[in-house]
């Protein structure tokens, strides 16, 4: 077993309680959820916090609300289970429900939280290791967050003077899809801004959250009638495996099934959940074919380039974008037929 370095523990019962710890902490504290990404990196000294923020005694942030007026909100400490059993997420937006269901496993699923997956560290297999494995290598950029100009390089692609390192959240692609926003809070107030400008394509400081900043909450705008999204996964075991490639999807058709409006989102492939707006353009003002459903899904596959920093080959992870775009859009197309239908 890795031994916990030491650590201030704070636990506040108010959100202003919380801000105020994390004001007063100099930079050197982070926010703890349900621990199941931090405390393996506090473990592995690859987060270093002097002080720790725990946000378990605010029932605040744990509240999931709908209605027609203000869509779906969801506390940024509701668990992955609360949401995946929420009758509003099933009933409104059940690809949620199976992106909170695809992470990790029943028991951490129970403690982790929606905050801490959408703010979750990007992973490198030549970064998510101990201290002593990773100096063998001599560090990389983001082990010594120094830039490639300082003599820090990077493993996974030599020559890139930035980290590589990959984003692989379940729910993010598919909450960007389902355009999202978050609100965000800390001493200097309160701001709202789209969940994909959370993140920045930088793996060793991927999240644009200011100093002392907590996600309080996620919203998710109200369906429209002819609606439809879906989440893929590709991972090595279903019981319990991060994405090597994942896809959120989220299409509005008309009752001819043309699109009308497309977002597709792929995640696991870089370092931020990655919109493919060349596959949309294809898409849009045009009918949902078999034909069309290839061409889009070709499109997605050619225009991301996954990091060869997580197990299974580059080539394999493109190629199965191709198939989850395909798979996806072929299932929006039953059910939008059985709906036209019936
Ligand atoms: C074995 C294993 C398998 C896993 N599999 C998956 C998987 O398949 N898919 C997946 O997406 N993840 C997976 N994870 C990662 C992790 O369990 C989840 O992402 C989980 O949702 C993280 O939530 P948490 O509440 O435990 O976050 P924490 O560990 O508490 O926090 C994670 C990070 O987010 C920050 N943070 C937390 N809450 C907030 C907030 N409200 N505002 C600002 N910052 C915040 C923390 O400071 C920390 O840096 C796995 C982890 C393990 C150990
Ligand atoms: S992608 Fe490169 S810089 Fe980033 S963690 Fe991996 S080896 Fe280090």
Redesign the pocket.
Known sequence: MIPLPRFELHSPKTLAEAIAALAHSNGGA????????????IKHGV?KPERVVW?GKLPE?RAISFTPELGLRIG??C??NEIAASSSVQQYYPAIAEAAN????PA?RN???????????TRCFYYNQSEFWRSALGGCIKARILPASNGAICHATPGLAKCAAVF????APLLIALSASVKLMNQRGERTIDLAELYRDDGANH?T?QPG????EVSIPTAEPNQFSVYKKL?DRRS????LVNVGLNIVLDSELTCRHAKIVIGAVQSIPVEIQTAEAIFVNHRLTTELIGRVAEEAASAVTPVPNVDEPVGYRKRMVRVLVERALSEIWSRASKKSTS
């Open positions: 982070n926010i703890l959820a349900g621990g199941t990404d931090l405390i393996a990196n987060a946000l942030m940024a400490m668990t992955l695809s992470v990790a496993s951490i403690c982790a939280t929606l905050g801490g997956n959408l703010c979750q560290d692989c959240s379940d729910l999240l959250l900043e907590i996600v309080t991972r319990i495996d991060f994405a």
